[in-house]
């Protein structure tokens, strides 16, 4: 789900080269995506363009945030809108895969939030960046909640976006780990459609779920539902 006008209140995403539009799944959970109270410290995995970044040193003025991607052009391009964008200081970004964080950093993170290389069953797409970014060749599920429970603040939240249909599998491997899901949102593109994508956020303490549903538009196309926009609404000048 791809949108076509990118400006947003603080910052406006830059699509130079050969950077990957700005999608529906990191709007929705860069604005879903919480930081805890005493938490300062954000790992953005896989950030592309830098967008999950950007939103979330947007709504937290305290987060300090690493971006990480293995792409290079990514990378170039995630580090030219932060410093175009006025949190310049609190955000970087390291060319380093997921694994070797883990192997080689002792930080624990307060949030580590992910749209992850998820489309599994999909074909293969021809720009080798864009294959990398939707496929798990790059980084499994399993290997990227075994991950988090490494890097993790006790205290701290991971927070993703998922196809619905990885849904079960991504909560019995979390729980094999000793995370425990806070809040689910289920989410559908359009009235009486099924759902497409689940945001779920961890933390290792058990907690009472809270679980609930938004729908994007209502039936007309790009006609946004109330709960979408206020949802998004502080980001989007369009809202």
Request: glycine share 6%; with cysteine; charged share 25%.
């Amino acid at each position: 789900m791809a949108n076509n006008w990118f400006k947003f209140k603080q910052f406006t995403i830059n699509q130079s080269g050969s950077a990957m539009k700005v999608g529906t799944d990191g709007v929705l959970l860069g604005a879903w995506a919480s930081l805890p109270e005493r938490g300062s410290d954000v790992l953005d995995v896989g950030t592309g363009t830098g967008l999950l970044s950007l939103m979330i040193a947007q709504k937290y003025l305290n987060a300090k945030l690493t971006a990480i991607d293995i792409d290079r052009v990514s990378c170039i391009q995630a580090k030219e809108n932060f410093q175009n964008s006025k949190w310049k200081d609190r955000i970087s970004v390291e060319e380093v895969s997921f694994q070797d964080i883990c192997l080689q950093s002792a930080q624990k993170y307060d949030l580590i939030i992910v749209n992850p290389p998820y489309f599994s069953n999909s074909l293969p797409a021809a720009d080798s960046s864009r294959s990398l970014a939707r496929h798990q060749k790059s980084l499994s599920l399993d290997e990227l909640v075994i991950g988090v429970k490494k890097l993790l603040h006790s205290q701290g939240y991971f927070n993703l976006i998922l196809p619905s249909d990885q849904k079960t599998k991504c909560l019995q491997l979390a729980n094999e780990t000793g995370l425990f899901p806070r809040r689910i949102l289920n989410v559908r593109s359009n009235p009486g459609k099924e759902f497409i994508r689940v945001l779920i956020e961890f933390s290792f303490n058990e907690n009472d779920l809270f679980e609930n549903e938004l729908t994007i538009e209502k039936d007309k196309r790009h006609e946004y539902s109330e709960d979408y926009i206020e949802l998004t609404k502080e980001f989007y000048l369009k809202f």
